[in-house]
């Protein structure tokens, strides 16, 4: 790549320098490659890990002098019994995540600087960077190194194996430093389709012995608590690839004097399929319409905006911060003024939830109506085969082959995976 780039080593970032007055870096349409060391370390490591550098420690213990003492009071409650500082960290992701009583919430508001804090504390409510900064301040005033880290989450994952990774994955996670192993995540945001690492599970004791047999036996082959293989407990996945099986049919009683009540319902069935298939694209789209917008979340909002420019044309380029990214839809799109003044609103929004300083309030309020306006200004301004086209074959419906193939993908990997373990597994029982 040309241009001007430096390395900032701390935060581990590419900074691209700013070109002139109104001359910025672009990356767009760019390749690079990144080649990273994953940190993988064990439970047994962390644990047993020294004392850190004292500069280390001195520099990423600090916390403010205004700190409200419940800060440091939970923190020293919820580690009690402790016996080293793995342990303390342990527990205190399992605070937020799991037993604490904490939930996700993007339209928290904790108040500002270190009040912000013992306000989440009470409340219990927030998103990641309220996750993240308690955890790290929690983790300070207990003596352990901690810092909190903002990238991305992995991602979604595409049809040809490729991971797209957009703005709406942005994430925050605190990091705690560990002698001989470095910086380590930590994950105490209780969030869907986050991954916690294997090291800061809790080392809980299981039913299985301490020391495993060379050949498993067969009186604990399957646990208690593994799923049924009964309908009603068919994983969601499953159930839309069809695997689950389908009921038994219900026997009606034929009549002599005319058809069935399944025949009559049967054929009604078949009307209503070959009626409805060319409306399916446009009541599924109405329908996500209504979920997004009724979340009350705005990057959920900046998604609907993103695909209902995507079924008049617009291709997204998720490459680009938000504030470009409207306007290339108000150019492409041939917005009129208040249909751009809604973009750029939906827009601005989003720039305030993921960069807004930790306790800022983010309003939600309008933002739904901004989208409609926007969207009504996207179909107004395409002639009328093109309007048609984005109500009745929406290009966004793409997303549905995309999840089906992920799916798809991910079965046949753990069925592929399953089988391998099963041909491993037979020469050992075969030996008696």
Known sequence: MGGKWR???????????????????????????????????????????????PQIRDEYTKVPDD???????????????????????????????????F???????SGTGAQAVARFLEDKEGFCVHFAFSMAAMSRTLGIPARVAVGFTPGEKQSDGSVNVSMRDAHAWPELYFEGVGWTRFEPTPRSGIDVPDYSRAQTPTAQPSVPAPVPSQGAAQPSAAPSSTADECPPSMKKLGECGAAAPTQSTPHD?????????????VAVAVLGVPLLPLLWRTRLRARRLGTGEVLTAWRELGDTAWDVGVVPDEALSPRRAASRVVDLGGLEL?????????????????YAPPGAEVSYAGLADDVLLARAGLLAAVGRPARLRALLLPRSAARLAWAAAARWSA??????????TLRLRLPLRNRG
Do not use: I, M
Request: proline fraction near 5%.
């Open 7 to 53: 390395f900032e080593p701390v935060g581990r970032t590419l900074v691209g320098d700013q070109l002139g007055r109104d001359r910025f870096q672009n990356v767009q349409g760019s390749a690079y490659t990144v080649r990273s060391l994953l940190l993988n370390p064990t439970a047994q490591q962390l644990q047993s890990a020294p004392a850190p550098d």
């Open 103 to 109: 939930r996700y919430n993007t339209r928290t508001a």
């Open 338 to 354: 208040d249909a751009t003044e809604a973009v750029h609103r939906v827009a601005g929004a989003v720039e305030r939830a993921l």
């Open 67 to 101: 700190l409200p003492p419940v800060v440091a009071e939970t923190a020293r409650r919820v580690t009690q019994g402790s016996k080293d500082d793995y342990t303390r960290a342990v527990k205190l992701q399992d605070f937020f995540a799991v037993s604490g009583g």
């Open 257 to 269: 004097d005319g058809p069935s009540v399944t025949t009559v319902l049967g054929w009604a069935a």
């Open 411 to 420: 079965l046949t990997s753990t069925v592929s995976t399953r089988l391998t």
